[in-house]
């Protein structure tokens, strides 16, 4: 902010606090300002004023245009500061004057300027000329530098105009001058990006040619990433022709490049051993150069790499522990839960006292990610919990936050829920820390798990006296749910109940209200008021069950309820059971890279566990037994239609159930009652079994609707499938977001679905294929060849029965190197019934294209391998 | 303005978001933010408190120091009381920024003929200003040759020197009314 408003000249005396702007005053500056309006301009005093403008505006003053327009008339008949319309014209003229001028700089500068006042494409039109010319002017690389960047600037506002320079942004990408190649690199690529194709070829000529810039050469790197990335999403088989040119990349003589390189082989999708070693070895140089930045760029990548592939870490373990000393704790940090994510069982408990010393000096944050590290460690290593656990005890006793406590917390937890011999020993431990525990939450969640796990414990009666001391020594809100523990136990284990009823009735005299009617509600259920009886299944359901509705309904509900009070109770039957939103189909965003320190890789079984939980809480379709796959959403309409709908295939057993994301993109309608109805007769083996409308449909408020098929059990059955959205529209009107009485029926057609022989295949890579293919042995091999006919490619070949089979390419080898005339390709899944399945291709390619393949298949069951054998016949 | 929110749009292009330069109190020298990511100006002196305190217990004197936190990567530098930071996303490459960083640092012990300390900052603020002007604009990076943006500043000086009759009114005029426009219009 400005100085405080004492007005004091500069006094050179006052040393220790002499500044030149001491005391400077927004209204003293601005009288100053009316040099601007002297007739015989000072250039020197005008510049310093300017300056002390500039100062004021750096320490967030704000001026207003009517400041300057009132106060002074400020730059009178050459300037103004907001550009509306007239104002700008002048401002232009002057411009337009420098961007003519002999000296580079006033030409660099006026384009700048230019190009960030106007908002305008009729000024942009008028000096167009000048800027096309400014970048091919390959004499003054900094005149061409200027018109690039403010090129990328205006294709914000402006991309029509702009994309008719490509020709001489595409010129300038050959310049001589360093930085004029860089910019027109990343001008070019920002009018083409839309245009994979033509990306594509910028990255194709570009790596073969000369790139002078070491940030020219990151940027190269990072649209082949891009390039890499789209050409595997769109075949599958993950192509990888520029390979060569990202390991070229990792010997050049600037660092930022090598580490851009490194760092994009690591973010390569399924990337394999052999493609990372190149890029751990430079990596594993910079973790012990003398610059920090270099140290954390190694390690922070490292550390990602190490979430999927630790072996191909372990080799930097030696440096790594080294950095656990390192003065930068944030590089320290990285180090250690690398060496977590990459360590073996019998270094657990040597890494554990490194931490122990590392854990008093660092900030919060970075315990918590620590914390996080050791946490899958254990899960890893569920033979060592024993010192994991004691190492999280006493980090629990220490000072901390509420975060870092509850990271702490949340992990015993999760440990004691996942390894049974950790129950009793983790148990104690919140029980010790809930005794003297500053935080809230943290004890209520800790006595809620308390409740749940410790009367299952062998000897029950030892927590009691941990609940009964908060009862005595918290604050009302934990007494409360310290009581609802209490009567748990009470309800689970019938020899404490004479003595839980005694603690109950004693908390009869609590002074708060919540706590005197938990007390009451758990005593008269349990029945403490006489005989000790067996607890009721109703009352064990109260104590413990959840919720069979999801809370944001019941939230909705309940605050409806409130609004509209009536003479009758709550009916919490009335509380719909749909899940509304749909976290489940979120489309991830391609190459988005885990954010934070210590940001977990996403999980791809979390989606399965989601839908399974999703399809069982169906009544209809809980008995179809355990869900074997769910495919990725296919697009049953096209993109920014009225409705958009996608479809996820459920593949179980016996059955298969189609879910329906839908979404409505017309804000004045309701759709009621839609469903989808599904015309099967193109596949003969499957009969609708049930299906679940979806009630309502508001816009923008994605919801589900399914249809469940039977089909015979175990056999992996195809078939197409025609779709029609059916469903009862109601206007809504816009202005008060009411949905009229009346709706109409009708109808919407949705694309075709099929069933294929791979939504029965899951993909599942193994490391060692060869390994893997000799201990499945022979038993159950099927060989066979097969003639593919002409085709345009064996990269494409190779491809297309990649995805037949939907399997998981192994090694790297779906990767075709170009030119070649045969190629071994490797696949491996688990097929329907959980069978194991690996597959060998062999393709060659002869004469006119035709290429032939021998299918190798070895599972663990031999109608398994026919199977195949029948896909890739009939495929 | 409409402009500056492009880096929404591709993060392919190495970004820089703020380069600021504290004094050893963590107050306010010269700061110039590229981002939309600090909207106020409160917003923006919280960042710079939350860096500074991050940073200070550190000996960023010799090497440059690097720090992550918010989802920023900060590279950092001290020399005397002043202390310099380039600012950027979490998935930037930290070895350009540090580039960037090391060329501003070079271009402003240039300027202040190696009396790189606060006074001297203070004093010479508009060719402080200047620098951030010629190193990156609006996120894209323009230049890490601290020699060259040195000279690329001193070129706007020596003209404000010059006798007033060598040049044109509007040229006198041009510079510092394009930085003062653009510092305007942010």
Redesign the interface.
């Known amino acids: 902010?400005a100085q405080p408003l004492v007005k004091k000249d500069d006094d050179r005396d006052d040393e220790a606090e002499?500044?030149?702007?001491l005391g400077i005053e927004k209204g003293a500056v601005l009288q100053e300002a009316r040099v601007f309006n002297d007739p015989q301009?000072?250039?020197?005093r005008?510049?310093q004023v300017?300056?002390k403008?500039?100062?004021l505006?750096?320490?967030?003053e704000?001026?207003t245009k009517r400041y300057w327009i009132e106060e002074n008339g400020l730059?009178d008949d050459?300037?103004a500061?907001?550009?509306s319309a007239d104002e700008v014209i002048i401002?232009t003229s002057?411009?337009m004057?420098?961007m003519n001028?002999k000296?580079d700089?006033?030409r660099a500068?006026?384009i700048?300027?230019l190009c960030?006042?106007t908002?305008d494409g009729t000024l942009l039109t008028q000096i167009e000329r000048y800027l096309k010319q400014a970048i091919v002017d390959d004499k003054n690389p900094?005149v061409a530098?200027?018109a690039l960047?403010?090129g990328?600037?205006?294709?914000?506002?402006n991309p029509e105009i702009v994309k008719r320079w490509s020709n001489e942004v595409q010129e300038a990408v050959q310049s001589r001058a360093a930085?004029v190649q860089?910019?027109a690199l990343?001008l070019l690529?920002?009018i083409r990006?839309n245009d994979r194709l033509a990306v594509s070829k910028l990255v194709t000529s570009l790596t073969r040619g000369t790139v002078r810039s070491?940030?020219a050469q990151?940027?190269l790197i990072?649209?082949t990433s891009?390039v890499i990335r789209e050409s595997s999403m769109n075949n599958q088989t993950g192509d990888r022709p520029f390979y060569d040119y990202l390991e070229g990349c990792l010997r050049h003589k600037s660092?930022?490049v090598i580490?851009?390189a490194a760092?994009a082989i690591t973010e390569l999708n399924g990337v394999t051993s052999r493609e990372l070693t190149p890029a751990i070895t430079v990596l594993q140089l910079f973790l012990s150069s003398?610059?920090?930045?270099?140290r954390?760029?190694a390690v922070?990548t490292l550390n990602k790499v190490a979430m999927t592939h630790p072996m191909a870490v372990t080799n930097c373990n030696i440096d790594m522990e080294s950095l656990i000393s390192d003065?930068?704790r944030?590089i320290a940090t990285l180090a250690i839960t690398t060496l977590l994510k990459t360590g073996n069982e019998s270094s657990v408990d040597r890494l554990m006292k490194q931490i122990t010393n590392f854990m008093s000096d660092i900030a919060d944050?970075f315990k918590i990610v620590v914390v996080d590290a050791i946490r899958s460690l254990c899960l890893k290593f569920p033979l060592k919990y024993r010192s994991l656990m004691n190492f999280l005890s006493n980090i629990l006793r220490e000072e901390g936050g509420f975060d870092y406590k509850k990271a702490i917390v949340d992990s015993i937890v999760i440990l004691i829920r996942d390894i049974p011999d950790a129950k009793e020993s983790g148990l104690l431990h919140l029980c010790e820390f809930i005794e003297d525990c500053e935080f809230t939450y943290l004890s209520t969640q800790i006595l809620h798990f308390l409740g749940n796990e410790g009367p299952k414990t062998s000897d029950p009666s030892k927590y009691i006296r941990y609940i009964y001391n908060r009862v005595i020594l918290e604050n009302a809100t934990v007494r409360a749910s310290a009581v609802s523990t209490l009567a748990k136990f009470g309800a689970m284990v019938d020899s404490l109940k004479p003595r839980i009823f005694v603690l109950l009735r004693r908390c009869l005299f609590d002074i708060d209200d919540e706590v005197r009617d938990r007390a009451t509600l758990y005593l008269s259920m349990l029945g403490g008021d006489g005989a000790i009886v067996e607890t009721d299944k109703d009352v064990k359901d109260f104590l413990f069950g959840s919720l069979d509705v999801p809370l944001v309904n019941l939230e909705t509900s309940l605050k409806n309820y409130v609004q509209e009070p009536s003479e009758e109770p709550f009916d919490i039957d009335s509380v719909p059971k749909e899940v509304k939103s749909q976290p489940l189909v979120e489309k991830k965003a391609p190459g988005k890279?885990p954010?934070?320190?210590g940001a977990a890789p996403a999980a791809p079984t979390s989606t399965v566990d989601a839908y399974e939980k999703l399809i069982s809480s169906i009544p209809e379709f809980s008995d179809f037994g355990k869900l074997f796959k769910s495919s990725a959403p296919v697009e049953l309409t096209e993109a920014e239609t009225e409705y958009a709908v996608n479809v996820v295939k459920h593949i179980f057993d016996g059955h298969v159930v189609f879910q329906y994301n839908c979404t409505n993109t017309i804000p004045e309608q309701l759709l009621e009652n839609v469903s989808v109805i599904v015309d099967a007769s193109d596949a003969e083996e499957f009969s609708e079994v049930s299906s679940k409308p979806l009630r309502s449909l508001p816009y923008d408020s994605p919801g589900q609707t399914f249809v469940a098929f039977e089909k015979p059990d175990g056999v992996p059955a195809v078939g197409k499938f025609s779709n029609m959205l059916k469903f009862v529209v109601k206007e809504v009107d816009p202005t008060t977001g009411e949905a009229e009485e009346d709706g109409v029926e009708d109808e919407y057609q949705l694309e075709d679905l099929e069933v294929v022989a791979a939504d029965y295949m899951v993909k599942l890579g193994v490391s060692n294929f060869r390994n893997a293919w000799e201990s499945i042995g022979p038993d159950f091999e099927r060989v066979d060849e097969y003639g593919l006919g002409p085709r345009e490619s064996l990269a494409e070949a190779v491809s297309a029965v990649i995805s037949l089979l939907g399997m998981q390419p192994c090694e790297g080898t779906e990767v075709v190197p170009t030119n070649s005339r045969s190629h071994t390709c490797l696949l491996s899944g688990v097929f329907m019934g959980s069978a194991k399945v690996l597959v060998r291709l062999s393709f060659g390619i002869d004469g006119p294209k035709e290429v032939a393949m021998k299918l190798s298949v070895r599972s663990e069951d031999e109608s398994v391998s026919d199977a195949i054998h029948d896909i890739v016949a009939s495929g | 303005?409409?402009?500056?929110?492009?880096w929404n749009?591709?993060d392919?292009?190495?970004t820089i978001k703020s380069i600021l330069v504290l004094d050893s109190e963590g107050k306010?020298i010269?700061?110039k933010y590229y981002s939309d990511d600090w909207p106020t100006?409160s917003a923006?002196?919280a960042f710079e408190k939350s860096v500074f305190t991050k940073t200070q217990k550190?000996?960023a004197r010799s090497?440059?120091?690097?720090?992550?936190?918010d989802?920023n990567i900060v590279?950092y530098k001290f020399i005397q009381d002043l202390h310099f930071f380039v600012t950027g996303g979490?998935?930037e490459?930290?070895?350009?920024?540090?580039?960037v960083l090391q060329g501003f640092v070079d271009a402003v012990s240039l300027l202040l003929r190696n009396n790189v300390d606060?006074?001297e900052a203070?004093?010479n603020?508009?060719l402080i200003?200047l620098c951030l002007d010629e190193i990156v604009?609006?996120g894209?990076?323009?230049?890490?040759d601290g020699s060259i943006i040195a000279g690329?500043v001193s070129?706007?000086s020596m003209d404000?020197?010059s006798p007033?009759a060598e040049?044109t009114?509007?040229?006198?005029?041009?510079?510092?009314?394009?930085?003062?426009?653009?510092?305007?219009?942010r």
């Open positions: 902010m002499y500044s030149p702007f301009l000072d250039a020197r005008c510049s300017i300056t403008l500039l100062y505006l750096n320490q967030g704000t001026f730059f050459k300037g500061l907001s550009p401002v002057s411009l004057k420098d001028s000296t700089m006033y500068n006026a700048r300027v960030r006042i908002d900094v530098s200027a960047v403010s990328i600037h205006l294709l914000q506002t930085l860089f910019h990343a690529h920002q990006q070491p940030l990151c940027v990072r649209y891009q660092e930022m580490f851009e760092r003398s610059k920090p930045v270099l954390f760029a922070r003065q930068n944030s944050e890279k954010t934070g320190l | 303005m409409a402009w500056s929110f492009y749009n591709h392919t292009c190495p306010r010269a700061v100006n923006k002196s550190t000996n090497e440059a120091e690097i720090a992550m936190f989802n590279v979490d998935d490459n930290e070895i350009i920024m540090a580039t606060k006074m203070l004093e603020l508009d200003l604009d609006g894209m990076v323009l230049e890490t690329k070129s706007h404000d020197a007033l040049q009114i509007s040229q006198a005029l041009a510079t510092a009314r394009e930085h003062l426009t653009r510092s305007l219009l």
